[in-house]
T-cell receptor
Framework: KAGVTQTPRYLIKTRGQQVTLSCSPI?????VSWYQQTPGQGLQFLFE???????NKGNFPGRFSGRQFSNSRSEMNVSTLELGDSALYLC?????????????FGPGTRLLVL | AQSVTQLDSQVPVFEEAPVELRCNYS??????LFWYVQYPNQGLQLLLK??????LVKGINGFEAEFNKSQTSFHLRKPSVHISDTAEYFC?????????????FGTGTLLAVQP
């Protein structure tokens, strides 16, 4: 099976712009979670989508949003970018049947905000 | 609320020596426990997880971890490390029996294996 894929892998934006990141889960997986990784804050949960519905949300401002399509692919959007949004954004997929499941991570999208 | 503490930000060790990476957690409910590894410029890969049953869990690449409920710890060990084990290791928890897949991560431990 192909693993989790994320596009693009690298992105440079300027403050005030918006950005959309994409994640394709492993075939058959219905849950997609997003995490932000920074040197200062570490790995932080953004949100999780399951069957096109947001099932859980972390403590991030409303500028961070996401969605999931019927084929389980997910996108996250960050509007009005700030310098502090520079990070590695990771998505993870799983079958979605419970918190005991292994999550499979993609390679991440590295976002640099100038 | 749950939290994870990884006491060591960096652990230097010589090749073929044993290593222990420490992880303590705090939670008002039972949890599932995970160890993930991240190699440079890559995503996270599961090493092992504890769900229930035997407190000694064996994972990939020769790693094992022991769940200690009384000490709320889940330390990762390997009897003999290789250069290729150099990576960042993350301990994580999720709520027991939860419907969602939210993971709470520790701050990570960089394992630096020297020849």
């Amino acid at each position: 099976k192909a693993g989790v894929t994320q596009t693009p892998r690298y992105l440079i934006k300027t403050r005030g712009q918006q950005v959309t990141l994409s994640c394709s889960p492993i075939s058959g997986h219905r849950s997609v979670s997003w995490y932000q990784q920074t040197p200062g804050q570490g790995l932080q949960f953004l949100f999780e989508y399951f069957s096109e519905t947001q099932r859980n949300k972390g403590n991030f401002p409303g500028r961070f949003s996401g969605r999931q399509f019927s084929n389980s692919r997910s996108e996250m959007n960050v509007s009005t970018l700030e310098l502090g949004d520079s990070a590695l954004y990771l998505c993870a997929s799983s079958a979605g049947v419970g918190s005991q499941e292994t999550q499979y991570f993609g390679p991440g999208t590295r976002l640099l905000v100038l | 609320a749950q939290s994870v503490t990884q006491l060591d930000s960096q652990v230097p060790v010589f090749e073929e020596a044993p290593v222990e990476l420490r992880c303590n957690y705090s939670s008002s409910v039972s949890v599932y426990l995970f160890w993930y590894v991240q190699y440079p410029n890559q995503g996270l890969q599961l090493l092992l997880k504890y769900l229930s049953g035997s407190t000694l869990v064996k994972g990939i690449n020769g790693f094992e971890a022991e769940f200690n409920k009384s000490q709320t710890s889940f330390h990762l060990r390997k009897p003999s490390v290789h250069i290729s084990d150099t990576a960042e290791y993350f301990c994580a928890v999720s709520g027991y029996g939860g419907a969602t897949n939210k993971l709470i991560f520790g701050t990570g431990t960089l394992l630096a294996v020297q020849p």
